[in-house]
């Protein structure tokens, strides 16, 4: 179970079973959706910006853990954070969740709580998973409206 | 498991079981280990494994006959043609075929029904017509009738499913008109193992006079298939999900039907004559076969055939329906498990989900407990919204399979448990 356990970090069920900023967000300037043919995952992103801050960020969807717990990490982890610092970010998480994160590399910005992805980069069919809403919000903050596929 | 055709009997010792511990020595995989854990591979659906009789079979064809086939006049070429037309003949009988020249090869059950819709589909819809398809069908036999009517101005209308997964036949008879063209169906479903009432559906839809084609690539390596008996029109299926290799399919047509149709795609093969102001087309079935073929492919699924007409397709269907009856027991006790599709007769094959589980971690957890499935939406994304389901995860059977690994499937679904209790 030891590999099982690296995948499945209790911080990441926890999410699984009580997504955070899991909701509809009405007044939302930027939105987009995005879909992951290989296991039905669907994910709408919600954001609101102050200048180019993200002032308000949540995400609605259905998938597996590994899906629903990186949404639910990444809004927690965007609030506050400027449009570069998010792309900035997905930079590093994305390194990280396909095994490319160098480990002596300690710039910023940091990947605080999403580190509990690093499990998943030793099964690289659901690296998909854990991307989907991250493709998803950069569609969504380069305003394109198309749904966003993995595929 | 009750089967739209009659059983003939093909093997003298019909009583006595298959005996799946020699069998599994014909299928070299199947002795590999998958993360340590020795593999339990349930996901023939989606593609089977091969005997070393195909294996060889293809290495012998490369080894001793490899040339291209139908124009040479050398001896290799001749050989690889002879065995190349030999495969034809023996996949007549395998479906009980009038005539060879009524079996067309093709790459996949995918590239059988577009030949269909692009040529007889083609040549006989019109706006206002009707193509019937059903609720439990794969993409490949939704997309290419979709493309083609939307493209006539014809009109898609689909048999609807019970909870139970059964097309519902009232509502089958209330959809033929005389405007229905072409009825399109499965007939075993891939995610649900529901066999259909084909043959009934056949003539109810011959009463409309509409052409029908039946999707039997779930169907054949579970039951004896007679093409006469169904009276279909077409009937397609593919290699590789019966022992064969990939890249080899089959579509029969009645001969009428075939000598009607236009080609397909243009080449060499299809053609009798070629000049810039007229060329002549082949006859069938080489009239829709244009360019080099999966020769290989085509002489090893005759292999495949062999291999399971020598095992009895009696008797694989009755092993793999006790095998059937035994995982369907053993997962109904799975608490928090629902089995989608349990209509009475079934082919072993079942889909399942879990409470607060999503299939794909399913797949996951099970695969590292060497327990391979397959989880998502089989490409049948209609049925899945008919369930309101986005995935499934779905184990289906061969009958190299045994108790031993419907049981490693339960173990790895109570680690499923733990991890997400």
Known sequence: ?151 | MSFSTTARNHHPCVSEGLNPGRIRRDFPILSRKVHGKPLAYLDNAATSQKPQQVIDAVSRYYSRTNANIQRGVHLLSVQATDAYEATRERVRKFLNATRAEEIVFVRSTTEAVNLVAQTAGRSILGPGDEVIVSRMEHHSNIVPWQMLCQEKGARLRVIPVSGRGELLLDEYEKLLNPRTRIVAVTHVSNVLGTVNPVRKMVEMAHGHGALVLLDGAQAVPHLEVDVQELDCDFYCFSGHKIYGPTGIGILYGKWNHLESMPPYQGGGEMIRSVSFEKTTYNEPPHKFEGGTPNIAGGVALAAALDYLENLGLDRVAAYENELLEYATSRLSQVSGLRLIGTAPSKAAVLSFVLDEVHPHDMGTILDLEGVAIRTGHHCAQPLMDYYGLPATARASLAFYNTREEIDALCRGLEKVMEVFE
């Open chain 1, 1 to 151: 179970m030891a590999d099982l356990s690296a995948l499945y970090q209790e911080v990441i069920l926890d999410h699984n079973r009580r997504p955070r900023n899991f909701a509809v967000l009405e007044d939302a300037d930027h939105q987009s959706e995005g879909f992951n043919a290989l296991c039905g995952d669907r994910v709408t992103v919600y954001l609101k910006l102050k200048g180019s801050v993200v002032d308000e960020i949540s995400f609605q969807g259905s998938g597996c853990a590994i899906s629903m717990a990186s949404a639910s990490i990444m809004t927690e982890s965007l609030k506050g954070r400027t449009v570069e610092e998010v792309k900035a970010l997905f930079e590093r998480f994305h390194q990280l969740v396909t095994g490319n994160l160098d480990s002596e590399d300690h710039s910023e910005p940091d990947l605080g709580k999403l580190v509990v992805f690093e499990g998943v980069s030793r099964y690289p069919v659901r690296v998909k998973c854990a991307t989907l809403t991250w493709h998803t919000l950069r569609a969504a903050l380069e305003k394109r409206n198309e749904v966003v596929s993995t595929e």
